[in-house]
């Protein structure tokens, strides 16, 4: 079965097991999700990412952070772009994210 928006799909994973409290969660790897991941982890939202064939596409694993309080570093993820509904900003458009204590990943 194809995947209509796997961006999508990746940041649902992400939202869901750091809301049930797993430690890491699975994902089918491409390209840009390994970037995303790359970009989470160096921002310290994610502790640590890995790769491993699983005989098709590869699976990336995506070991979550929490706080000294067991709650999810990672409190809000969404897809503003998506294949339905196309946005564009100039970069004197881009606003803050969560007044400065969060991230916009941007592509071109």
Do not use: C, W
């Not at 409290?21 to 699975?26: A, F, G, I, N, Y």
């Amino acid at each position: 079965m194809s995947m209509t928006d796997p961006i999508a799909d990746m940041l649902t994973r992400i939202r869901n097991a750091s809301s049930a409290q797993h430690r890491s969660v699975d994902v089918p790897a491409s390209g840009i999700k390994r970037e995303i991941s790359r970009v989470l982890a160096e921002e310290r939202f994610i502790d640590n990412f890995a790769f491993y064939e699983d005989g098709k596409q590869g699976q990336l694993r995506l070991y979550l952070r929490y706080d000294d309080k067991s709650r999810g570093i990672i409190q809000g993820i969404r897809r503003a772009s998506r294949p339905g509904l196309r946005r564009y900003a100039a970069k004197t458009e881009l606003l803050r994210v969560r007044r400065g204590l969060g991230i916009a990943i941007v592509t071109t």
